[in-house]
């Protein structure tokens, strides 16, 4: 698939932000006052900055609106109306605090189950593409909901929980890669069963469909090399996962926090060009690109 920035962006700091929104809504002694302020803007700013990158994408962005009635059919509305009612809740929930130094604790747990909801509709948006095998797994969704939390915790302060959902997560995305790399195959999703002549015998392109590219070859066919793929699973590993936890395990100070953020964003952020870079869609077999 080809790895748009806008998408890219969406799907790192939404997950950060609305991780964050977690946090902040279970906590049973939030911050208060200007360090609540703080907190929730850094919140909003990805949630609702992430949120709204992912429109860059869109053919026509004035038209997102419309993508809210269909809720009963598609993930991409259910994650609309979970993500508004989250950033309204949660919204009312954060004034409490920083304006009235009120802790409305029931909004709070409301808006944290509301951004779970809505990290979990994002990554089904995905995982529920069987035409994509490498997303179609139980797999997609854990990694979102665990990197979201793993984000928000660190953002949050929580040294303790973010180095035991750093580790499980690394680990976990260490799994899906492996086990990713052979699900095209093991689909049996082949240019025999796409054109439906497998009966006859061997198949093969003849000629090219078209001599130019199209929409189907720019969005959905992206080929990475097999070296280069291994060297940003590594990146991706270290700075994600591993430097952050040698970080946080080191003596506490707020620079070398501020580090750890830094590169777990840094790679998460490689984490997901790869996520996108190395989906390979059944339709590249139509062109010849398997």
């Not at 809720?71 to 609309?80: D, I, M, N, V």
């Not at 139980?138 to 915790?153: H, N, Q």
């Amino acid at each position: 698939m080809h790895p748009a920035p806008s998408v890219i962006l969406f799907t790192t700091f939404s997950g950060l932000g609305f991780g964050l929104l977690f946090w902040l809504g279970i906590n049973p002694n939030p911050p208060t006052g200007w360090v609540a302020f703080a907190f929730f803007a850094i919140a909003y700013l990805g949630a609702a900055g992430g949120l709204l990158a992912s429109t860059f994408h869109l053919g026509h962005p004035e038209r997102a609106i419309k993508a809210f009635s269909q809720w009963k059919t598609s993930w991409l509305s259910r994650e609309g109306i979970c993500a508004v009612a989250t950033l309204l809740i949660m919204g009312l929930y954060g004034a409490g605090l920083v304006f009235f130094g009120a802790h409305w604790s029931l909004l709070g747990w409301l808006g944290a189950v509301g951004a779970l909801a809505t990290v979990f509709t994002t990554s089904m948006i995905y995982a529920q593409l069987k035409t994509v095998p490498r997303w179609n797994h139980w797999t997609t969704p854990a990694l979102f909901l665990g990197l979201s939390l793993a984000g928000g915790a660190l953002l949050s302060g929580k040294v303790t929980v973010t180095l035991g959902l750093l580790v499980l997560t690394g680990a976990l995305q260490a799994f899906a890669w492996f086990h990713g790399d052979g699900r095209f195959l093991a689909s049996g999703t082949t240019m025999k069963t796409a054109t439906g002549l497998g009966h006859i015998g061997e198949v093969r392109a003849f000629e090219p469909p078209h001599t130019g590219t199209n929409y189907l070859m720019r969005e959905f066919i992206h080929v990475v090399g097999r070296k280069h793929a291994m060297q940003l699973r590594i990146i991706a590993l270290v700075l994600g996962f591993a430097l952050p936890v040698l970080l946080l395990a080191a003596s506490f100070s707020h620079w070398l926090a501020l580090l750890a953020v830094v590169s777990h964003v840094i790679g998460i952020l490689t984490l997901r060009w790869l996520f996108f870079a190395q989906a390979e869609h059944v339709v590249g077999l139509y062109y010849g690109k398997r």
